[in-house]
């Protein structure tokens, strides 16, 4: 007796196929239906699976491998983040003034300018100030900036007063107004640090219309599918998040790629939102879900927010973004307890050492996959610690590779001094000592290109940059691992190591075709790869 199998709807042919499963590493077609992957075989296998509706798309000498996912983005909030004037080529104050005087002229009507991605490093050591902003566009206009990690905003000196900021100001959360050191006042300076303080002036910006938005967030997702990225892990559910993905995914077209969410939970929220928090975690749809909550333990190094054990060369960095850190703890036992994947940005080594110590007391059944964000400077005593506790590191290569400089003159290498800065992103220590280490880009710190962000953790210098120095060379992964952080340990990052993260027969139907073979091509070089095809649960949501 024989049962009737459907026809594949669609089988994917190409030279090389890394299937990253170590029970056939190399394919070179693989039949799709439904969704799932249900075969994986040789050029000479497809005449017999094909039938007569099945599409058979032969990429020749392309490289096929499992879609990429990444581990850390935040496409909505991302969408207010990356408003207005670009700033991420800004070197120096003086480009700050002319970029602002050169895009303001794009700004249409409204009275904000707005501008995104400005680097610390711009103010070449002096006080970040906004004075800038006054030299460029005059005492009166309403400036808004989102630095480049998203975690400070520089704003006009009108804005402040639009705002009713005219001192600092007490937080929840180590959020705060800098003011000037020089002024007996405490004038404050434009700069705010952290959401509590930014959304001072934040929520003074107008909001962007909702049909805008969707066209927005549809383009991102599609360039993102254009890259190779089947799926990415969204920190953001908050405000109009579900309403914006539910609106997106509803349409013909759907979401591009899969999107994973974990909504914020911040010290200022009580136990009703942790049940909220619990309760989210049922909302699912087409392409998307949430799953997992996110926590911050500390901010950035480069904001003198982080946590670490001793102060920075400022004197800052000395405080948990939780007042009292007990309470996270207390938190993520919670949320562990009710089946809820977690998810910490942890920067200093403070920071690092109470999330894990914090993981290391949970005793929830079946046990929830756990993941620490970030992880910039690493002691050598908790190397090991994530293998031991089977928490995943979740890192950023870009972070280190654009913000950093191997000769330490950068804002964050100064701030931490020659020992910590030696601490610096350690991929390599962390794969050696057995932890599962997902990368990603955290869009719109950095950009989502995954090709670009493997071939700046094989190489620990920015990718098409040849002439620059790598930063701790001995940190560089192999091709396999960079491979394996987005495909591989993504999806055991997510507790899907059963079906997704491989190409074999049962799992999800999400794949990539490269023109060039990410294991083996020169990574500057791969950095450029085309990308032929990419297949999100069994549709081609993009081709070239
Ligand atoms: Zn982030």
């Given at each position: 007796m024989t049962h009737h199998t459907p026809d594949p709807r669609l089988i994917v042919v190409a030279d090389t196929v890394h299937t990253l499963d170590p029970a056939r590493p190399h394919a070179q077609a693989v039949a799709v239906t439904d969704g799932t992957i249900t075969a994986v075989g040789d050029r000479a296998d497809v005449a017999g699976w094909r039938g007569k509706d099945t599409e058979v798309v032969d990429l020749g000498g392309a490289t096929v491998t499992p879609g990429l996912?990444?581990?850390?983005?935040?496409?909505?909030?991302?969408?207010?983040?990356?408003?207005?004037?670009?700033?991420?080529?800004?070197?120096t104050r003086g480009e700050l003034v002319e970029a602002l005087r050169a895009g303001v002229g794009d700004v249409r009507g409204g009275e904000w300018v707005r501008g995104w991605g400005l680097d610390p490093n711009a103010f070449e050591g002096a006080p970040i100030t906004h004075e800038p902003l006054v030299t460029a566009l005059g005492p009166d206009a309403l400036v808004h900036i989102t630095l480049f990690d998203a975690h400070s905003a520089l704003v006009s000196p009108r804005a402040l007063e639009r705002a009713g900021i005219t001192g600092p100001r007490e937080f929840r959360s180590g959020a705060r107004v800098v003011v000037?050191?020089?002024?007996?006042?405490?004038?404050?300076?434009?700069?705010?640090?952290?959401?509590?303080?930014?959304?001072?002036?934040?929520?003074?910006?107008?909001?962007?219309?909702?049909?805008?938005?969707?066209?927005?967030?549809?383009?991102?997702?599609?360039?993102?599918?254009?890259?190779?990225?089947?799926?990415?892990?969204?920190?953001?559910?908050?405000?109009?998040?579900?309403?914006?993905?539910?609106?997106?995914?509803?349409?013909?077209?759907?979401?591009?790629?899969?999107?994973?969410?974990?909504?914020?939970?911040?010290?200022?929220?009580?136990?009703?939102?942790?049940?909220?928090?619990?309760?989210?975690?049922?909302?699912?749809?087409?392409?998307?879900?949430?799953?997992?909550?996110?926590?911050?333990?500390?901010?950035?190094?480069?904001?003198?927010?982080?946590?670490?054990?001793?102060?920075?060369?400022?004197?800052?960095?000395?405080?948990?973004?939780?007042?009292?850190?007990?309470?996270?703890?207390?938190?993520?036992?919670?949320?562990?307890?009710?089946?809820?994947?977690?998810?910490?940005?942890?920067?200093?080594?403070?920071?690092?050492?109470?999330?894990?110590?914090?993981?290391?007391?949970?005793?929830?059944?079946?046990?929830?996959?756990h993941r620490v964000e970030h992880i910039e400077t690493l002691p050598d005593d908790l190397v090991a610690e994530f293998a031991r506790l089977d928490v995943t590191a979740s890192m950023q290569?870009?972070?280190?590779?654009?913000?950093?400089?191997?000769?330490?003159?950068?804002?964050?290498?100064?701030?931490?001094?020659?020992?910590?800065?030696?601490?610096?992103?350690?991929?390599r220590d962390l794969r050696d000592a057995g932890a599962r280490l997902a990368l990603g880009s955290d869009w719109p710190i950095a950009p989502f290109d995954p090709r670009a962000t493997m071939a700046d953790a094989r190489l620990r210098r920015t990718a098409g940059r040849r002439e620059e120095e790598p930063v701790l060379p001995g940190q560089a992964l192999t091709a396999l691992m960079a491979l394996e952080g987005y495909t591989t340990h993504a999806a055991h990052a997510a507790g899907l190591g059963d079906r997704a993260g491989t190409v074999r027969a049962g799992a999800?139907?999400?794949?990539?075709?490269?023109?060039?073979?990410?294991?083996?091509?020169?990574?500057?070089?791969?950095?450029?790869?085309?990308?032929?095809?990419?297949?999100?649960?069994?549709?081609?949501?993009?081709?070239?």
């Open positions: 996912v990444d581990g850390h983005v935040h496409p909505v909030m991302g969408l207010v983040l990356t408003a207005g004037v670009d700033l991420t080529g800004v070197r000037a050191h020089d002024d007996a006042g405490g004038r404050p300076t434009g700069h705010l640090l952290e959401l509590e303080a930014m959304d001072l002036v934040g929520d003074l910006l107008p909001p962007e219309a909702p049909a805008d938005r969707r066209r927005r967030f549809r383009d991102l997702l599609q360039s993102m599918a254009a890259t190779g990225l089947v799926g990415a892990n969204a920190m953001d559910f908050e405000g109009g998040s579900a309403d914006l993905v539910v609106a997106v995914a509803d349409e013909e077209a759907g979401l591009p790629i899969r999107l994973r969410f974990a909504p914020f939970v911040m010290p200022h929220h009580g136990h009703d939102h942790l049940e909220h928090v619990v309760d989210l975690q049922r909302s699912a749809g087409r392409r998307w879900s949430v799953d997992g909550a996110k926590f911050m333990i500390d901010g950035t190094i480069d904001g003198g927010t982080a946590w670490l054990a001793e102060a920075d060369a400022h004197g800052e960095s000395t405080a948990p973004f939780w007042p009292e850190p007990a309470r996270y703890t207390e938190a993520l036992r919670f949320l562990a307890a009710h089946g809820v994947p977690t998810v910490t940005h942890a920067i200093g080594d403070a920071g690092i050492r109470h999330v894990l110590a914090s993981v290391a007391g949970l005793d929830e059944r079946p046990r929830v996959p290569p870009t972070h280190c590779t654009h913000f950093t400089r191997a000769d330490h003159s950068d804002n964050w290498s100064q701030r931490l001094g020659e020992v910590r800065a030696d601490r610096a992103f350690r991929t999800r139907a999400d794949l990539v075709a490269f023109g060039l073979d990410p294991l083996s091509a020169d990574p500057d070089e791969f950095a450029q790869s085309p990308v032929h095809l990419t297949v999100v649960d069994g549709a081609v949501v993009h081709r070239s």
